[in-house]
């Protein structure tokens, strides 16, 4: 799955020289963020998908394409970019730690011989990463959360962020240094003032809704789906005949892998998304944790639902994660090229 961890066959000495870890972190964010460049809109429609409906209301958008056709037609070309900031943010700081972390444990507990980590160890490895990059990044990507939804709200309920540290400065001033993570996070706008339920060290009547934890949770289910399914898919694409290692075949695992992905774990995608963009109604937040958010969409909206935004999930997590490897593989071939060679 991390071409970057990969070692080499031979011993110590006969290992090629490569970059140094910090270049290698580098570049996995720098990988991240283009992609997300190109797969912005999709996230972007995937937002606004599991949010129509909400609090049992009419759906707002019938299908992705439908979702698109209205962001354009209200908002503009511009429109369908909106949280583009926070996106990259978010992979600046996500994509970067997982790939970091990932690199660093592969290469320990890789065998002195060059022998790698098992199957299950790498996927212990990859989850381990991936918590740990979603709590890095969860500021991100609740400020991303809010400025995507931001266009489906009416005028004088929406928070007009500028931008992510616009977004990040705003949340912090209104409504405390720990909504950035929804660890005691009871507050909303109501009139454009951030109400909290806290008041000073008293205990809330309800325990506080724990946003960071359902991004892990949904960090952990990826990540064991991703790498179960992409290692196995690329097995059976090469073993096929039809395929050798290169490009072509990464890119079908990955779809194939995007697809299994998609379907584990949208169910907690769409209670991390509710949970990051709810507000607090009458002193109450609407919603008490991520098992009470799965609940009420079964009830109000039915249980398919809760693979809302499918079609454009699907759609960028496959492209994302073949532009991130080709972007990364670039950016490695040349700092080979530059700084290794010869």
Known sequence: MAATAS?????MDAKPRTSPKSVKFLFGGLA???ATVFVQPLDLVKNRMQLSGEGAKTREYKTSFHALTSILRAEGLRGIYTGLSAGLLRQATYTTTRLGIYTVLFERLTGADGTPPGFLLKALIGMTAGATGAFVGTPAEVALIRMTAD?????????GYKNVFDALIRIVREEGVPTLWRVSEGAGDLGGVGVRSWAFLTPPPHPPPQGCIPTMARAVVVNAAQL???????QFLLDSGYFSDNILCHFCASMISGLVTTAASMPVDIAKTRIQNMRTIDGKPEYKNGLDVLVKVIRYEGFFSLWKGFTPYYARLG???????IFLEQ????YKRLFLSG
């Open 331 to 334: 950016m490695n071939k040349a």
């Open 7 to 11: 070692p080499g066959a031979g011993g």
């Open 319 to 325: 492209p994302h994660t073949v532009l991130t490897f």
């Open 32 to 34: 991240g963020m283009g």
């Open 151 to 159: 266009g489906r709200l009416p005028p004088d309920q929406r928070r």
């Open 228 to 234: 179960a399914s992409y290692s196995q898919s690329k």
